[in-house]
């Protein structure tokens, strides 16, 4: 298209040449292993492939009774009798093949979550979820040892060795949560990793393990002892400004700490970073707790600087879910509000992280069963039907970056494509009138749409020099009246069954995105002069210098 290393000036600076690492799209999450096996589910992760540039995708429910992987009996029976024990485990994976084939063939990996407990091998069962997930330590540690080996063998068997050592093996999910997604106490995890990590590296120490996967930053001591101490949280609920508190990852020093006393090997750090809280309240009810717009980018700072002094220095951190709120009923997930948080975080975070995980790029989600409605507040950039939330715009505008950064801009950025010298940019406008506020979780649509009151428009002018005579580009605008598919469902009377003709209905007004061209001048500059409604989000790509005369 153009020369790489063409002189470019934005605003009459010159570039900035920093590299853009695209955390966004490097990992997206999703519900359980099995959804993964319906043709919805794997319709929308090609789309997040192909158009927003997913590469990696984690899930729970790896080792679940739903994906028959460590079986105890010969599963006969049913109303006929019981079904025979086995004198010794077999492991099985038709259910997990059928999954991690569909994955490769898109171009993706998986992030590989193990977990979570055989029934067979579980302490105790049907702790969590409507789907019975077993959250619990496992009876027999080598047994767990042997489920994890065999498993990564078998894949090193059906993909090649060279395949699997781009993968990453994250043991388990958020055990701090007890009883939720772990029924032990801190040390029987760390005994987990212990098991898992010496399994896998006995493989071949090149493959990737990490932990501890833990929920959120705290500013108490809820989780300092073996299990949470919930009333230890109660002075946060009641804390006038919860903001001012100091906020500290969960486990992750005491987990660095425990591994390096045994020398196990650590090749990333994983945490999860929602900013909120739920702390507890002296009559034993929980409150909601929404943290300020910039908590994720103070929390990877401080992450990266703990690793940083940690004897593990060169740990890759993966933040293996992040979104607005930890709910999938949080109404403002279906918002152009949320797109816009996210926008302006992704760009903020770029430096600090290998992946900050989107949870979830899917609809298609389960944990508290199937949503109520087209429009339930559910994680996913896509809804069940495949339309394209605000949030799937967003994504597409940042996956259209380049991998150099021309110019950090108040309210977006300026980049280009090493490879091909194209330019492009985002820019958003948040509105200085959240005064530092995020976008809070909602309980119904009509209080998440409250937003669109806030904020006045602002006019965006940059110029961009250096650019060949006569370049074109397109822009979209994602903003209130144009993208916004929540709002035309609630223009419909917010159905719950959708018609036909609704579904297409909506799906028009989901990516009817306002579009224009912009053209840079004969002596190549591009003069970008917008007058942006608040929560609007603009996506710039240069589409290619002039044909030839």
């Not at 505008?397 to 194209?422: F, I, S, W, Y």
Request: hydrophobic share 40%; proline share 6%.
């Amino acid at each position: 298209m153009q020369s790489a290393n063409a002189v470019l000036t934005v605003d009459g600076a010159p570039a900035a040449g920093r590299p853009l690492r695209h955390v966004w799209n490097t990992c997206v999450g999703a519900g359980r292993a099995n959804e993964a096996l319906r043709a919805d589910w794997q319709a929308h992760f090609r789309e997040a492939v192909d158009v927003l540039g997913a590469r990696y995708v984690r899930f729970h429910g790896l080792f679940h009774d739903d994906m028959f992987v460590y079986r105890g009996n010969d599963g006969g029976g049913g109303g006929f009798g019981p079904p025979t024990p086995l004198a010794e485990p077999v492991h099985t994976f038709s259910y997990v093949d059928k999954v991690f084939d569909f994955i490769l063939s898109t171009g993706a990996r998986p992030f590989v979550e193990l977990g979570f407990m055989p029934r067979d091998l579980a302490t105790q069962t049907e702790t969590l979820f409507w789907w019975k997930a077993h959250c619990s330590p496992p009876t027999d540690m080598g047994r767990w040892a042997d489920l994890v080996s065999a498993t990564v063998r078998h894949w090193i068997e059906r993909y090649g060795l060279e395949e699997v050592r781009q993968w990453r093996f994250e043991v388990w999910n958020e055990p701090n949560l007890v009883p939720l997604f772990w029924t032990g106490t801190r040390t029987q995890y760390f005994e987990l990793y212990e098991a898992s990590v010496r399994a896998i590296k006995a493989i071949d120490d090149r493959l990737l393990v990490g932990g501890p996967s833990t929920s959120v930053f705290v500013p108490d001591a809820r989780y300092a002892g073996e299990t949470e101490d919930r009333t230890a949280s109660i002075a946060t609920g009641e804390a006038e400004d919860p903001d001012a508190l100091d906020w500290r990852p969960v486990w992750i020093e005491e987990f660095i700490a425990w591994c390096a006393e045994r020398d196990l090997p650590v090749d990333f750090l994983t945490a999860h970073l929602y900013p909120t809280d739920y702390a507890a309240t002296p009559g034993g009810g929980a409150k909601e707790i929404s943290r300020y717009v910039d908590a994720t980018y103070d929390d990877l700072t401080l992450l990266r600087s703990i690793v940083a002094a940690s004897p593990y220095p060169d740990a890759e951190v993966h933040i293996t879910e992040w979104s607005t709120s930890p709910s999938s009923r949080d109404r403002s997930h279906d918002t152009l509000f949320a797109a816009t948080y996210i926008t302006r975080a992704y760009l903020r975070c770029a430096d600090l992280a290998d992946s900050i995980s989107y949870w979830t790029f899917t609809d298609v989600f389960e944990e508290g069963g199937a949503g109520l409605g087209p429009f339930h507040g559910g994680f996913g950039l896509v809804n069940e039907q495949g339309l394209h939330k605000p949030t799937f715009h967003a994504f597409a505008m940042l996956a259209r970056l380049g991998d150099e950064v021309v110019a950090d801009l108040p309210h977006g950025v300026v980049t280009r494509d090493r490879a091909t010298g194209r330019v492009s940019a985002v820019l958003h406008h948040y509105p200085d009138e959240m005064g530092g506020r995020s976008v809070r979780a909602a309980h119904s649509y009509d209080a998440a749409r409250e937003l669109a009151g806030v904020g006045t428009r602002r006019t965006v002018r940059h110029t961009v020099a250096g650019l060949p005579p006569g370049a074109t580009f397109e822009l979209v605008q994602l903003d209130v009246e144009h993208g916004n598919v929540a709002e035309a469902w609630h223009a419909m009377g917010q159905p719950i069954n959708l018609t036909p003709q609704q579904t297409d209905d909506l799906r028009t007004a989901a990516d009817a995105l306002l579009r224009r061209t912009l053209t840079a001048s004969d002596d190549g500059v591009l003069e970008i002069d917008l007058d942006l409604p608040p929560w609007a989000v603009v996506g710039i790509v240069q589409t290619g210098p002039p044909p030839a005369a």
